[in-house]
């Protein structure tokens, strides 16, 4: 059955590799997570009176961002906040990666559209209403611009990763990639037979 748009239509049985795609997206979490931090150099979405939620996350819940930390060239970096920048963002991912394994849609236009529907879940509606943020629409228009592009950005890297590690451990490419393949190389096998 075809929905609109192809939105909710599943991949065929025979192509999915879940575990495959929850290892990949776990490698991809790490990786993208790395990339959102970097992006959050370059466009800060924060104003510098604001904690990160992370740090608000883990004070909300009486632990103190700074009690475990590494030194790193002299610097202090606390574990936790890095858990929980980098729990999210595995988390996100490998459940990205285990629904595109179902539903090829949902790597619209290589992610990004899920970035686009993270940043809308986490930033304008989950992080406010847990006390992590301002609500949405006392928040700056650079904090909004910043989070936007950043979860594209995230989400463009972290489907790189995915399909290279997928492709890595099952040997195969995306279960709508070798359907569409497989549909095509038959179409042009019945053209081929009708000269």
Same mark, same amino acid.
């Given at each position: ?29 790490? *990786? ?34 700074? *009690? ?128």
């Amino acid at each position: 059955m075809r929905t609109p748009f192809g939105l909710l239509d599943l991949s065929a049985p025979e192509s999915r590799r879940p575990g495959a795609a929850l290892v990949a997206g776990v490698v991809a979490g790490l *990786s993208s997570g790395a990339i959102k931090m970097g992006w959050e150099s370059l466009l800060p979405p924060r104003t510098p009176d604001r904690e990160v939620p992370p740090v608000t996350f883990l004070q909300q819940r009486g632990v103190d961002p700074d *009690s475990a930390t590494y030194t790193y060239n002299g610097n202090q970096v606390p574990w936790g906040v890095l858990a929980v920048h980098f729990g999210f963002s595995v988390v996100t991912v490998a459940a990205y990666s285990v629904a595109a394994e179902f539903l090829p849609r949902t790597k619209l236009w290589a992610g990004a559209a899920y970035g686009l529907g993270a940043f809308v879940v986490a930033h304008e509606i989950v992080l406010p209403r847990l006390g992590l943020s301002p609500k949405a629409k006392d928040l700056p228009v650079e904090e909004h611009v910043s989070e936007l592009l950043g979860h594209v950005v995230w989400l463009l890297e972290a489907e790189q990763i995915r399909k290279a590690v997928r492709l890595a451990i099952a040997g195969v490419p995306d279960a709508d990639t070798r359907a569409d393949a497989v549909a095509k190389l038959a179409d042009t096998a019945r053209a081929a037979l009708r000269r």
